[in-house]
């Protein structure tokens, strides 16, 4: 799939900015400050209805302006599509040529976007939270199932956490909240188990690729219970688990068990890449990670999404950027920001290239 028109109004530092583009690589190129970044940002907040910087959507808005849209022309294989965010002060609204779409899982995958960001490398040495943030951004963008299961779970947790809050804990209500969750969260668990295990796969290949090394790569996933495939086996081991912590849980007025408490550890070598792996090698690792859910998105919805790199090249020497350029099949459409313009030169000796020179909130094709 590829985006062909772009309109961004109010958002970031664009006024009104409106773009038509072509298949290929685009490289947007300008000093720093001046809006690359907020354009990748816009195309992934249309693939996944949240910034990858902010979980404010009133920082998105331009500064003394009121609301923001973001809307575009999305081309796939078989289907052309118009999608619109709208985002005011009394919150946020998704669009399908021009309708209303009423619940965010409807929206969700209309477009399909991966990106890779310097920020990123935070998320092997950051909180439990940025992990798993990563792996629900990740995985609601191939599974609309996934989207509206963590919907009802986190309601479901926020509504049990009130009631643990209550002067009085009524158990038998207790457990009819919990029993609830517990459907939602063996879900989940389930869902997060086999999305790690296929991304793992397909990110080992392009390790290999990129590091040309036998690095072996493994993700290890701290659920809260033992994986299984069948789902009563898992509900009962929850229940155990939720059985066995009620006291703590009641004593803390929190729920101190479930999905919002997993972490996932990424290793390398059998060791924690975290503290075991350089700098270069957590590079290549998440950018294999990134290649891994572009080929993971491809084989769910045989189409490859749009590939966003913010200033990547700062990130990779020579080797791994051409590795990273010419790997990918040439229907990709990749975006590509840098402060560089003369790396647009080089790239344009491996691939079809669009240059685009960004200045204080304006785009100029060059
Ligand atoms: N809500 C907003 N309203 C107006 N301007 C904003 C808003 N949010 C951010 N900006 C401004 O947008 C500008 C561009 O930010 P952006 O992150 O896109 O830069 P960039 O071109 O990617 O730069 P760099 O090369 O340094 O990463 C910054 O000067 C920032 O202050």
Not at 138 to 156: G, M, Q, W
Not at 205 to 218: A, R, V
Not at 226 to 244: G, H, I, R, S, T
Not at 269 to 281: C, P, R, V
Request: glycine letters at 2%; proline letters at 2%; hydrophobic letters at 40%.
């Amino acid at each position: 799939m590829r985006v062909s028109e772009i309109r961004l109004h109010d958002f970031r530092n664009y006024e009104d900015l409106q773009a038509v583009f072509s298949d290929g690589i685009h490289v947007l190129a300008g000093k720093n400050a001046q809006g690359k970044t907020n354009l990748l940002e816009a195309l992934l907040y249309l693939s996944t209805t949240r910034s990858h910087r902010t979980n404010t959507d009133k920082d998105l808005i331009r500064e003394k302006s009121e609301a923001f849209f973001i809307r575009a022309k999305i081309e796939k294989e078989h289907k052309k599509e118009d999608i619109q965010i709208t985002v005011n002060e009394k919150g946020k609204n998704l669009f399908i040529y021009q309708n209303p779409v009423n619940r965010v899982s409807d929206f969700i995958g209309e477009f399909n976007a991966v990106m890779f960001c310097p920020d990123d490398m935070s998320l092997f040495n950051a909180s439990p939270r940025v992990r798993r943030r990563f792996v629900d951004m990740e995985l609601s963008k191939i599974s609309k199932k996934y989207v509206s299961t963590l919907y009802v779970a986190l309601k479901l947790l926020k509504e049990r956490n009130a009631y643990l809050k209550q002067e009085h804990v009524d158990k038998a209500y207790l457990e009819v909240l919990t029993s609830q969750l517990i459907e939602e969260e063996v879900v989940i668990i389930q869902q997060r188990h086999y999305f790690l295990k296929e991304l793992l796969e397909k990110c080992q290949k392009f390790y290999k690729e990129l590091s040309q090394d036998d690095t072996l790569l493994n993700i290890s996933y701290d659920s809260c219970i033992p994986f299984d495939e069948d789902k009563n086996v898992m509900k009962e081991a929850l229940q155990k688990k939720y059985a066995k912590h009620l006291a703590r849980d009641i004593y803390l007025k929190q729920t101190i068990i479930g999905i919002h408490k997993e972490d996932f550890t990424f290793m390398i070598n059998d060791k924690d890449l975290a503290t075991y792996a350089s700098q270069g090698q957590k590079r290549s690792v998440l950018l294999a990670l990134k290649i891994g859910m572009v080929y993971m998105i491809r084989d769910i919805i045989q189409e490859f999404p749009v590939l966003l790199l913010d200033d990547v090249f700062s990130e990779l020497d020579v080797y791994r950027r051409e590795k990273l350029l010419t790997s990918l099949p040439a229907e990709v459409q990749i975006f590509i920001s840098t402060t560089d313009t003369t790396e647009a030169e080089k790239i344009r000796k491996l691939r079809k290239v669009t240059l685009w020179k960004v200045a204080n909130g304006t785009l100029q094709r060059c």
